[in-house]
């Protein structure tokens, strides 16, 4: 019987001390039975996505040690970046890989909030498949108000949540200087999602933000003649997207979550972008994929950009 597999993403809250990352990572390759995949720090985004898999036990304590260490090692009211967070560890998903269903997936990020309630005094959400109510799904919406707007949320003062969103399912429901430091943690599970970042050849992200309002999902909201908004339907199927500036590299970026490649692979998601920029003049200069990719996703873009290169097998 083929052993199941589960794969877990944390981004943390750092992305330019190394040492501080690296001790980090270190808590999970720490943990017997977690195998780490991938570290990728971003410099602007002042982020790290991490990606390491294994055994349900043994990724579930991979998971707890790794939040503990980054309460342990990083401070909010010291971090900046351009990618919007809400705490240390923005978001811990559990993904099935093999051998395990969603489900079991979401009572895997159950259990690991449970556990942290009693070793940790700092908030809890739970998003995605592991999610207490429809209105707590979507990460964006538990995130919203990021880490600066986690104060008010926590002391009852005027914020962008209604009490389906407002407080966390548990951990500390008080804000103090524990919660100030680690703000809030989400942990969840969902689908192997495709982390695609695609560059815009401008320093100010005014062309990559038009962008990303264009083809994500959610549309973007536009005013009618009677002044009233109005939300249109985004450019690509199951999409997030944003627009971002890398001022260290002195360009721009569309930042996107490809939530189902089959629906909207890695070459239409490139080609959307590419349309865009150019109706507005500005170019394209490359892209990156954060993260882990499936293979099917890798081979279906060679096929559209490289019609007549080597076969699969080659």
Request: proline content about 5%.
């Amino acid at each position: 019987m083929v052993s199941p597999l589960v794969e877990c993403v944390p981004n943390i809250s750092e992305g330019r001390n190394l040492a501080v990352i690296e001790s980090i990572v270190d808590a999970v390759r720490q943990t017997s039975g977690c195998t780490v995949l991938g570290v990728e720090p971003d410099h602007d985004y002042n982020r790290t996505v991490i990606t390491f898999a294994g055994e349900p036990d043994c990724v579930a304590r991979g998971a707890i040690e790794l939040i503990k260490a980054s309460v342990e090692h990083l401070d909010m009211r010291l971090h900046h970046g351009e990618h919007p967070r809400l705490g240390v560890v923005d978001v811990c998903p559990f993904v099935p890989l093999r051998g395990i269903t969603m489900e079991a997936c979401a009572e895997l990020a159950r259990e690991v909030v449970d556990a942290l309630s009693h070793e940790l005094d700092v908030p809890l959400f739970l998003y995605g498949a592991a999610a207490s109510s429809q209105e707590r799904v979507m990460l964006s919406d538990l995130r919203r108000g990021e880490y600066e707007g986690l104060e008010a949320r926590l002391t009852e003062g005027p914020c962008d949540h209604n009490e389906s969103t407002r407080m966390p399912d548990r951990g500390a429901i008080e804000w103090n200087e524990t919660v100030a430091k680690s703000g809030g943690i989400t942990v969840g599970a969902r689908p192997i999602l495709v982390a695609y970042n695609v560059n815009i050849d401008e320093k100010e992200a005014v062309v990559a933000k038009k962008i990303g309002s264009i083809v994500r999902s959610s549309g973007r909201l536009l005013k009618s003649n009677s002044g009233q908004r109005i939300r249109t339907v985004g450019m690509l199927k199951k999409v997030q997207g944003m627009g971002v500036m890398l001022e260290e590299l002195g360009i721009s970026q569309v930042s996107m979550n490809l939530l189902d490649v089959e629906l909207t692979p890695l070459h239409l998601a490139y080609k959307a972008c590419e349309s865009l920029a150019r109706d507005h003049n500005t170019d394209l200069c490359g892209s990156e994929i954060v993260g882990l990719v499936p293979l099917p996703a890798m081979l279906e873009a060679g096929r559209f950009f490289q019609p007549d290169g080597q076969s699969e097998e080659d």
